[in-house]
């Protein structure tokens, strides 16, 4: 029988104290048979982003842990940073990884947005693949006008939660759980203090505003590094490599006279797309571009070390 | 117990004759607990590539069975190709993959070595970190002079192979078995019938001629497509980078006036140097450049499906 793996990336409301970014972690590790992969944190957007991959319910119960020490040690109402957000948990995507359907990930989506409405009377949104409404799959309506905004925008019936209270929690906000393919975080760190300009390039790339297909992109500043950044989430990195992105917003940026200080991936990044990047520089012809030694491993192995006990 | 998992290059004089191609495939997947990730051929070379991995006893057995193929179904003697050889099954490194040491793979050259020289009747030389003397270790010192010159090479008394009779054997030749790091065969086809400028940009990019540090390098002509190739051997793609090595051959083919028609991995290359392409073109900061899931996962799991009848 195969084993359906998931993996969960809870993007929580805090990149700056390093004991509640411990406690997060280790409401993960605590659980058996679930596998911390990541965990990025910045202060200046004042946000981490954990990568947890397992099966439905270790995941489900590390997720709740996670929303356990969320909601008790971080309270929005004084909460700052330069990245959207409406909860302290913001947003819980579902992405089906080794033998799991978008079908097995929607449906954990609805069992965690349940529990969490239940257990911490959240209010919460399912988005995505799992969304109950055509203008609830894009992530940022649902985030427009962010924490503050929300309790004007949830006395509009329009915006009444998947689950949960009909108003925000008065410290949590609400939160966001829902189904989706990979998709790559991507920060390109520009030699400016300007901010308008990283907003100028992110309009420039945007698929809304008529740019590159599968990019969504806001510019940003980042405070503890006194620079701008354009801070891009790419949902389809085969339409659109990271390579032409980081070309354009580079091209952007020399034609601004800004230089590049440097990128960053946010969370983790499929092989596919470095070897992707790798291939289109490197010309190699379409026979030698799935040559990638840990892939083939990989396509035997199975992603996950539930046999580690017999193995070892 | 950690179980050592080794990795097996086996280069074989056949890269026309389909039939034979599946022989050598077939002796591979016939043998239990070794896996066959990947099978390169190329008709103007004619020689194949082969990339196998699993533990010491069952690759031994996997290799015999592609020595016993190959003697019997090819003849040195009426073989023509433009990659150097010496024997039908030419050269087999180990490479230590995963909780494998160096050691474990020159004892497994020694045992492979002994047993190919006693069923066989094949002289072998042991190269690389198995290599019983310095001016054995690099493979073209053994190999110069070819099948063609073995005879006269063999006579004298500092060419006596490791195992084995002093002579060649008559259709086989002799092989040489070692041990050795990951390599990456990467090959740059450009767009001329000129083979001359491909010996040209050869010998500016190899290391022996004060090019490249970690790159062997020939010229060849690809008969079957009508171009000719930079065929390259890169050993350290930490220190020298695929894309320096692709950026170093493109600008010497430019400066002649030739475009690159395409390029080619032969075997399987590492993601790592895949990653790293991919992280320097796309400027990421080096926190960023081991976020690659694919690279998380696997070191959670292991690379090896000894346990599937457990896990299904």
């Given at each position: 029988m195969a084993i359906p793996v998931i993996e969960a990336v809870p993007n929580i409301s805090e990149g700056r104290r390093t004991e509640v970014l411990k406690a997060l972690s280790q409401a993960v590790t605590r659980v058996s048979d679930v596998f911390l992969l990541d965990q990025s944190a910045d202060p200046s957007h004042n946000r981490c982003v954990l990568t947890i991959v397992g099966t439905a319910n270790p995941l489900l119960d590390a997720l709740l842990a996670i929303y356990d020490v969320a909601s008790k040690d971080i309270d929005l109402r004084v909460h700052r940073g330069v990245h959207p957000r409406l909860g302290v948990v913001d947003v819980v995507p579902f992405v089906p990884l080794h033998d799991a359907s978008m079908t097995d990930c929607v449906e954990l989506a609805r069992r965690?947005?349940?529990?969490?409405?239940?257990?911490f009377a959240v209010p919460v949104f399912l988005y995505g693949e799992a969304a109950t409404r055509p203008e609830r799959r894009a992530l940022e309506m649902?985030?427009?006008g962010q924490f503050e905004g929300l309790t004007k925008k949830m006395a509009n019936d329009v915006w009444r939660p998947d689950f949960g209270p009909s108003v925000p929690h008065p410290s949590a906000g609400a939160s966001v759980v829902g189904a989706r393919e990979p998709l790559i975080a991507f920060n390109v760190n520009l030699e400016?203090?300007?901010?308008?300009?990283?907003?100028?390039?992110?309009?420039?790339?945007?698929?809304?505003?008529?740019?590159?297909?599968?990019?969504?992109?806001?510019?940003?500043?980042?405070?503890?590094?006194?620079?701008?950044?354009?801070?891009?989430?790419?949902t389809d990195y085969e339409t659109t490599p990271l390579h032409l992105v980081f070309g354009t917003v580079e091209r952007e940026a020399t034609q601004r006279g800004i230089g590049i200080v440097d990128t960053e991936i946010v969370g983790l990044v499929p092989m596919a797309a470095m070897a992707g990047v790798a291939s289109d520089v490197l010309r190699l012809d379409p026979l030698s571009q799935n040559q990638v030694l840990e892939t083939r491993l990989q396509s035997l192995a199975g992603p996950l070390p539930y046999h580690f006990g017999v193995a070892k």
């Open positions: 965690l947005a349940r529990a969490v409405a239940e257990r649902i985030r427009r400016t203090d300007d901010v308008s300009a990283a907003r100028a390039i992110a309009r420039t790339i945007r698929e809304r505003d008529g740019g590159l297909s599968g990019v969504k992109a806001l510019g940003v500043r980042l405070e503890h590094r006194g620079l701008v950044q354009v801070s891009i989430n790419l």
